[in-house]
């Protein structure tokens, strides 16, 4: 997609607050005509600007109270070794994001788990089981200060 414009900027910002918002009460906070705001977000849509549309949800609220910031370091950083570890991270509930990152270590993800013992399985499962895993750092989340999605606009 092109350069956003300003319009483009508000219905993003808009949509990041509240996806939910019906489309007539988006166009009346932008000062568009509903035809030509949802024309706007269905092009933001297909353009790939709005990659998805998600409830965010209380951890708590379903069960999963544990959260932890895990931060890890590979041994080989081959792609074939890169593969493996996302085949294991996709297929786990837990995982809620995983970052490759450059700077000290390979990897940092968030997990929310119902509780230590799925932490624990999780652990031998997927770092102590796996060779290509050097170390692993768990930090319990003890207060959430911030929890927004995706980029500032």
């Not at 949802?38 to 353009?47: A, E």
């Not at 069960?63 to 080989?76: D, M, Q, S």
């Not at 700077?103 to 940092?108: I, N, Q």
């Amino acid at each position: 997609m092109s350069e956003l414009d300003q319009i483009d900027t508000k219905i993003l910002r808009q949509l990041q607050e509240n996806a939910g918002i019906p489309n007539a009460e988006l166009a009346d906070r932008i000062g568009l005509s509903p035809s030509a705001c949802l024309r706007r977000v269905t092009k933001l849509r297909q353009s790939g600007v709005i990659r998805k549309t998600v409830a965010v949800i209380d951890p708590a609220q379903v069960g999963r109270p544990l959260g932890a910031v895990i931060n890890l370091e590979f041994h080989r950083h081959g792609n074939q070794y890169r593969q493996d570890f996302i085949r294991k991270v996709r297929k786990l509930d837990a995982v809620r994001q995983c970052h490759v990152v450059t700077g000290e270590v390979t990897g940092v993800m968030i997990l929310h788990m119902r509780d230590m013992a799925e932490y624990t399985a999780l652990c031998e499962t997927l770092f102590d089981a796996d060779d290509n895993i050097v170390w692993y750092r768990t930090y319990i989340i003890t207060e959430t200060l911030k929890d927004e999605f995706g980029p500032a606009i």
